[in-house]
C-alpha cells in the first residue's frame, strides 16, 4: 500500500459467500498481522515510486475453522455461484489523499507461490461533508 497511507491490519479479513439456489452462505476468515515491512521509495531517470508498507496476514484460528467448514460445504454440493471479497479499514487518512493504490496477493498453503489478486489497484477516497 503506498505511503502514507496505513491500513488497520487487525480489521482485515477475507469472506466467501457460496449460493446455491435460494440457499446463501457467508464464511468469514479474519486475519492476524504476522508481519509488516516499510519500503523505500524509488526514484530514477525515468521512474518514480512512492514508498510503501507491506502486511504480512494469515488466517487465524477462527478463520481455519470456517475455512474447513466450506470445504466440507464444497465437498457435499456443488455451488452456483461464489463471491470472495477482501477487506480491510484503514488508519486516519491525511487530508490531502484522494485515492489508495494498493496490491494483493494471497498464498493459500505453504507449499504453493503467492496468487496475484490485484496489482497497483486505484481506490478512490470519498469523504463525507
Not at 54 to 74: C, D, G, P, T, V
Request: proline fraction near 3%.
Amino acid at each position: 500500500m503506498d505511503e502514507p497511507v496505513l491500513a488497520d491490519a487487525q480489521s482485515s479479513m477475507l469472506q466467501l459467500e457460496i449460493s446455491k439456489g435460494d440457499k446463501v452462505q457467508l464464511f468469514t476468515f479474519p486475519l492476524e498481522l504476522i508481519g509488516e515491512h516499510k519500503i523505500q521509495s524509488e526514484s530514477g531517470l525515468f521512474f518514480s515510486s512512492a514508498g510503501k508498507t507491506q502486511y504480512e496476514l494469515r488466517l487465524s484460528e477462527q478463520a481455519i475453522n470456517s475455512f474447513k467448514e466450506a470445504q466440507q460445504l464444497l465437498a457435499r454440493q456443488k455451488p452456483a455461484e461464489f463471491k470472495f471479497t477482501v477487506s480491510t479499514s484503514f488508519e486516519k487518512l491525511p487530508e490531502n489523499t484522494d485515492e489508495i493504490i494498493l496490491s494483493i496477493l494471497l498464498k493459500l498453503s505453504d507449499e504453493q507461490d503467492y496468487m496475484l489478486l490485484f496489482d497497483n489497484a486505484r481506490l478512490e477516497v470519498k469523504r463525507e461533508g
